[in-house]
């Protein structure tokens, strides 16, 4: 049977088809504005990359912050439901998940089936999340998706102490202007939210193997930073950014 998950996330829109337990394909463009608008444009853009027709798709499921504006979906889950499948059928051995998005980030804990034991999201604050991210690349004018290779070169990351987003920029700012280097800084960015998303997670008591989701997981620079302060391995799924439209799909099937 082939069904489709859409996550609408503040950031992205995400959208996968799955067939008999094998990913057909993903796709994810910006939410933008419209966020009904992406959602129908991303599952318009999967289908046509992957030469689908929409009538031979048996069942939709939306996840995300805007997953009640699919109004073509069948159904709605919560993203902790989502990446919870998501990331089991991507890996069965898979006990805990951190996943950081674009204005949240989370941790859950499952059990040997997949199903959810606990979890904390931390959905109050942008520190530590994707939009803290973005916002810490404008002031030090570099491109997000080149962080994790800078972060990486360096010997002494800078400290920062604020765990607000306003103030961490007003930090990153004075760090700039007292000469520090710009990998130290962006490694010391890395280390502070990992220090967050770990202080959140402790009061889960996270098991491994643990798999890492959402788009900050593409940057290796906050995997290492999590990994150093958790003393557990990230496990990097190359469908960390789609994990919860993946999973969406999955429920999918059970409807």
């Known amino acids: 049977m082939l069904t489709a998950g859409i996550d609408i996330g503040s950031i992205t829109a995400k959208a996968a088809i799955v067939e008999d337990g094998k990913i057909l394909g993903t796709k994810v463009i910006f939410t933008g504005y419209n966020a009904e608008a992406a959602g129908k444009n991303v599952y318009e853009e999967v ?3 992957n030469k689908l027709d929409k009538l031979n798709v048996k069942k939709i499921v939306s996840t995300g912050y805007g997953r009640n504006s699919v109004k073509f979906a069948d159904k709605s889950f919560t993203e902790i439901m989502c990446h919870a499948a998501g990331a089991y059928h991507l890996d069965k051995k898979v006990r805990s998940i951190i996943d950081i998005g674009g204005q949240d980030s989370k941790a859950i804990v499952l059990d040997s089936d997949g199903k959810v034991k606990n979890f904390v999201m931390n959905d109050k604050c942008a520190a530590g999340t994707g939009r803290f991210l973005e916002v810490m ?10 962080f994790g290779a800078i972060s990486l070169k360096s010997k002494k990351p800078a400290k920062i102490s ?3 987003t306003v103030f961490a920029e007003s930090e990153v700012i004075s ?5 520090e280097k710009r990998q130290d800084i962006i490694a010391g960015i890395h280390e502070s939210i990992a220090a967050r998303v770990a202080s959140m997670s402790a009061r889960l008591g996270l098991s491994e193997p643990i798999m890492i989701t959402g788009g900050v997981a593409r940057n290796m620079g906050v995997v290492k930073a999590l990994e150093k302060k958790l003393g557990m391995k990230m496990e990097v799924s190359p469908y960390a950014q789609v994990n919860g439209a993946i ?9």
């Open 47 to 49: 289908l046509r990359e």
């Open 137 to 146: 690349a404008r002031a030090l004018e570099v491109d997000l998706d080149e």
């Open 162 to 164: 604020s765990l607000c």
């Open 175 to 179: 760090l700039i202007s007292k000469g």
């Open 247 to 255: 999973g969406a799909a999955f429920m999918a099937v059970l409807l």
